[in-house]
Each structure stands twice: as structure tokens, then as C-alpha cells.
């Protein structure tokens, strides 16, 4: 098993900054994809930003030139940094990885909790 726990969320007022983290820890061989997703209300799961193991990032059109990712795989965390937050950024976040477990060498996909990320206007 494999477990994902997303930090850093919070209240932020609009052009403000905030760094979410997603840790990675279980019985994990290797990680080939990280990335942050978001949902907001009543509205359907949205990627946000993707980052291949030595691949080519991915962002979403919306967030281009405001959020970075970056992972640590020593630590097996992924980063977003966001900046020039908007109030049409207000969603949870949610991080997910692809996972070689350990026990069985076999690839699974995970998903963390979520974290609130609120901009204010």
C-alpha cells in the first residue's frame, strides 16, 4: 500500500502565493508520474499539472505562467508552486502518482486526500 498526503492549502488573498506538497510513503519501488489535479465546486476533476519521471511537464492552459511543479524524488514528494493566485483558482487539490509498488512490481495508480486552496477577491 501506498499513502498520499497533500499540505500546504489554505486562505489566500487573489494575487497572493501558496506551495502545496504531496508525500509520497509505502511500499513504493518507483514513481513514474506525479501530479496536482483540482475540483472545484460543481464542477468536474481538472488536471492542473503533471511532471513525468525525466519527462516534460504539463500545466493547464489556465495556470501557465503562475504554477510551477517540481518533484523531489528522494523524498518522493511533488511540489506546486502557485503564484498570482485568482479567485477562480478556489478548489481542492488533489495530488496522484503512479506507483511501482514494491511487493508485487506491479503499477498502480494513488490519489491523496485533497487540500482546500481558497483565494479570496
Known amino acids: 500500500q501506498v499513502q498520499l498526503v497533500e499540505s500546504g492549502g489554505g486562505l489566500v488573498q487573489a494575487g497572493g502565493s501558496l506551495r502545496l506538497s504531496c508525500a509520497a510513503s509505502?511500499?513504493?519501488?518507483?514513481?513514474?508520474?506525479m501530479g496536482w489535479y483540482r475540483q472545484a465546486p460543481g464542477k468536474q476533476r481538472e488536471l492542473v499539472a503533471t511532471?513525468?519521471?525525466?519527462?516534460?511537464?504539463n500545466y493547464a492552459d489556465s495556470v501557465k505562467g503562475r504554477f510551477t511543479i517540481s518533484r523531489d524524488d528522494a523524498k518522493n514528494t511533488v511540489y506546486l508552486q502557485m503564484n498570482s493566485l485568482k479567485p477562480e483558482d478556489t478548489a481542492v487539490y488533489y495530488c496522484?502518482?503512479?506507483?511501482?509498488?514494491?511487493?508485487?512490481?506491479?503499477?498502480?495508480?494513488?490519489w491523496g486526500q485533497g487540500t482546500q486552496v481558497t483565494v479570496s477577491s
Open positions: 496522484d502518482a503512479d506507483v511501482v509498488e514494491h511487493t508485487t512490481n506491479l503499477l498502480y495508480r494513488y
Open positions: 509505502g511500499s513504493i519501488f518507483s514513481i513514474n508520474r
Open positions: 511532471m513525468p519521471s525525466g519527462g516534460t511537464t
